[in-house]
């Protein structure tokens, strides 16, 4: 078994590209953030991008935990992988997990500035410092099962293989738990009230009624009742309803949306 490491600053781009680095190497299995990967499915772990606090975070992504460094032990033995790409912030990192999970030391350590340029670390970095935006090296339907509420948006990426075809792949872009933006706390009727407002600027909204917020363990659950302009179709308002407050709340704001329910209560002519 051969072990590769890919090393750099948290912000800079890792996970974006571990994908290509792997299949450059000849990786089946990518370790990141506390997750076993292999062809864009997560085999075992827990997303340190789950942790409430930087240093649950930290215990993650190194499998400090027993249960959690035994069952990707017991993955690892039975996958019999013949090279592995581990991710992490530092070379002491990368050593750390390998020992951890009984794994031989990195033969060959990455940094990330070889394989990026500074424009785009640059650009990781404010996805990282001012979105929050992170990268998980697998499918959306992967990561919904691990991360929930924290999934913003898939991305598609290719790569070249040496001696192939470029290959299209699916990334996930999450919102964690804990992010470097601290803790983010925002009132119901500020949010009720920010909602209302924006509604009543959207062509064919002639009410905004009840607005009721749920919050769930990976965010909220809002749910509108509006008064529709007779004429609109009404399956496209409220998708654009719908569409329009995702990207207020969980784009904008930070807020983790798991769902918008969108109820028209009745059709009003409007007045000539």
């Not at 999934?151 to 470097?180: A, C, M, N, Y």
């Not at 529709?228 to 654009?240: A, C, F, K, Q, S």
Request: glycine fraction near 8%; proline fraction near 4%; include cysteine.
């Amino acid at each position: 078994m051969r072990v590769f490491a890919l090393v750099g600053p948290s912000g800079t781009g890792k996970s974006h590209r571990a994908i290509s680095l792997a299949a450059e190497l000849h990786c089946q299995i990518i370790i990141d953030d506390g997750l076993l990967i292999e062809d864009n499915r997560i085999l075992i772990g827990t997303s340190a991008k789950r942790a409430p606090t930087r240093i649950g975070a930290i215990k993650t992504a190194l499998f400090h935990e027993p249960g959690h460094r035994l069952a990707a032990r017991e993955i690892l033995n039975t996958r019999f992988p013949q090279n592995i790409l581990i991710l992490g912030t530092s070379e002491g990192m990368v050593k750390r997990i390998a020992q951890n999970l009984g794994l031989p030391l990195p033969e060959r350590i990455v940094q990330i500035n070889e394989i990026a340029s500074t424009k785009e670390i640059r650009k990781a970095r404010y996805n990282r410092t001012q979105l929050a935006r992170h990268v998980v090296p697998a499918s959306t339907l992967e990561v919904r099962k691990t991360l929930g509420g924290s999934l913003i948006d898939p991305v598609k990426v290719f790569f070249r293989q040496k001696g192939e075809r470029r290959t299209w792949t699916e990334q996930s872009v999450v919102r964690p738990t804990f992010t470097s933006l601290g803790s983010l706390s925002i009132s119901s009727p500020a949010v009720i009230k920010g909602v209302t407002h924006h509604l009543l600027k959207l062509p064919g909204i002639a009410n905004v009624g009840k607005l009721t917020i749920s919050r769930k363990e990976d965010g909220i659950v809002l749910n509108v009742v509006v008064s529709v302009v007779y004429g609109y179709h009404l399956p496209t308002i409220g998708r654009e309803i719908q569409q329009r407050l995702y990207h207020l709340l969980d784009n904008n704001i930070g807020v983790s949306v798991l769902a918008i329910n969108v109820y028209i209560e009745k059709l009003v002519f409007k007045s000539t």
